[in-house]
């Protein structure tokens, strides 16, 4: 027995349980206290909703890695699946297309993205941190990481997607008869000598000039709508405690498959308690700390804790809350698998139900049913103390 683990925390609260004298994993303990001894509301068997990118595989290419969490790793997870991926400076993200829709957060620095559609309209465009673009199915593109690299999330609306699966420019050639290529191409033998022998995915490329200079004439014409959407071109919801931008068709109209919502909590705040009527909601945290409370029917609920890079889910109509605890600002991403994004208010929902009909479900007097919350705020305080924040920040990345 060592000393340390006769020091490590107790799994005990409210006269219950015991010590633990181990073996354990004290820093896995540290990270998940509501683990680790749960509040006393938890109660019943819910799946496990957190998967951290720390412990997920990584694939090293030359120019840059990437990391899957799918269903495979978050079996909950039934309808979305994540990517993680990082390109040194020039590097590409190979030219490829999928049979799934993929919707892309960019995290840090920027990168030049290209796309063709069924309809041989083209688009390229140049995104830095908190930009999106989308992929609507089969829609074939690249990624080229500018003069400070990046990293960026990739969603997609397929739960057993693996991105060592997708459909790529080098692979195909590979695995076509030479003479079809050059029948194809239209050139001999010895000109395509050079193409790749073998499929290139992530790899070292020169970094490029302006769009203005590197785009092509195309008698087809650009894509109806722009494929790529610039945050700051939206004001956020101004809530007490934070502040949310929501990206769905309606302000992203290539997006026809995939909807999210960038939310921003003040340490000290919440995001309030509400579910989604229409879909599951699958997360990634970029900054701060959280814990988040699901309940589902029968009284079953369950608390999870979060840290950047962790990856959180909730069921479809499962009420549920994300609480900053941490000193510095929460910074997460919601992602939902329909290209609306909606949510229901508990707040709202009392505050539009009758008076007399709200004070008799929860046991409290009309007076103080009507000093409840009269509208919905996305973001609230959890620490009463606290009342105002810095609003002047406008892209929370």
Known sequence: MTNENKIQPERKSDNKGWLDFGPRNLGRDAENPDILVPPVTDHGTLPNMRYSYSDAHNRLEEGGWAREVTIRELPV????????????????????????????????????????????????DDVKAGDLWNFESGVAHSIQALDEGCEFLLVFNEATFSENETLLLSDWLVHTPNEVVQANFKQTAEVLESLPKKEKYIFNGTLPKSVEEEKRPNKNGETVHPLTFHLDD??????????VWIIDQHVFPAAK????????????????????????????????????GVFNSNGLARTFDFKAGDVGYVPNVAGH?????????????????????????????????????????????????????????????????????????????
């Open 77 to 124: 997870s039934d309808e979305l699946a994540g990517v993680n991926m990082a390109l040194a400076p020039g590097a590409y993200r190979e030219m490829h297309w999928h049979k799934e829709a993929e919707w892309g957060l960019m995290l840090y620095g920027s990168a030049r993205v290209t796309g063709i559609d069924e309809h041989g309209q083209t688009f390229i």
């Open 257 to 292: 498959s995939i909807a999210g919502a960038i939310v921003e909590v003040e340490p000290g705040g919440m995001r309030e308690l509400h579910w989604h009527p229409k879909s599951s909601e699958w997360q990634y945290y970029i900054k701060g700390q959280a814990r988040m």
């Open 321 to 397: 809350y994300v609480q900053n605890t941490g000193t510095e600002k929460l910074v997460f991403v919601e992602v939902f698998p329909n290209p609306d994004y909606s949510d229901i208010s508990l707040n709202k929902w009392l505050a539009t139900t009758p008076t007399k009909t709200v004070a008799e479900h929860l046991n409290l007097s009309e007076e103080v049913v009507k000093s409840f919350p009269q509208e919905a705020q996305p973001v609230v305080w959890f620490d009463p103390d606290k009342t105002t924040f810095n609003k002047n920040e406008k892209n929370p990345f």
């Open 234 to 243: 939206i004001d956020p919801i101004e809530t007490e405690a934070g502040r």
